[in-house]
């Protein structure tokens, strides 16, 4: 089948006799577009995820053994005898599993943002700032689960 049309350039609408789409786009020659280099964002993300490993190697010790850490604040304060070291003991090991988890995530998808020219700084603050919040929440779950501590903050309340 003949068509009179002349052959369509880059850019420019065809028909298709086919029987496809009613028009198709025939696209520009497209070269890849550089990425941009954030040096600032590199070293700051570099830094924030050392730190954050740091963290995170750094407490697996102390959550390895979070009823003593715990036992001892209370002895600190006058709460009373701490006793929930099960579930002080699971709570402890959740959190160092978290911590490991989120650390790699955050590494891994860092990496992306900058591989890809992207702000990449705010991923590393956004993960300690989580993993703050479950750790928070963690000692909460352990205080709240003991006795003693609620013993406490009835003797407080009345």
């Known amino acids: ?8 350039r880059y850019g420019e609408y065809s028909s298709n006799p086919a029987g496809g789409p009613e028009h198709t786009v025939y696209p520009y020659p497209i070269a890849p577009k550089p990425v941009a280099r954030r040096t600032w964002d590199i070293v700051l993300t570099s830094i924030l995820l050392g730190l954050g490993a740091l963290n995170v190697f750094g407490s697996l010790k ?14 600190m304060r006058g709460v009373g005898t701490f006793t929930s070291y099960g579930l002080a003991s699971g709570v402890g090991l959740g959190l160092n599993v978290f911590g490991i988890v989120l650390l790699m995530i955050t590494t891994m998808f860092s990496v992306r943002l900058l591989q890809r020219g992207r702000i990449a700084f705010w991923l590393p603050l956004s993960a300690g700032a989580l993993n703050l919040i479950i750790i928070v929440i963690g000692a909460i779950v352990v205080m709240l689960g003991d006795p003693a501590f609620t013993d406490y903050m009835n003797r407080t309340i009345h």
């Open 62 to 75: 102390g959550f390895n053994d979070f009823g003593s850490a715990v036992a001892r604040a209370f002895d």
């Open 1 to 8: 089948m003949t068509d009179n049309q002349p052959e369509p």
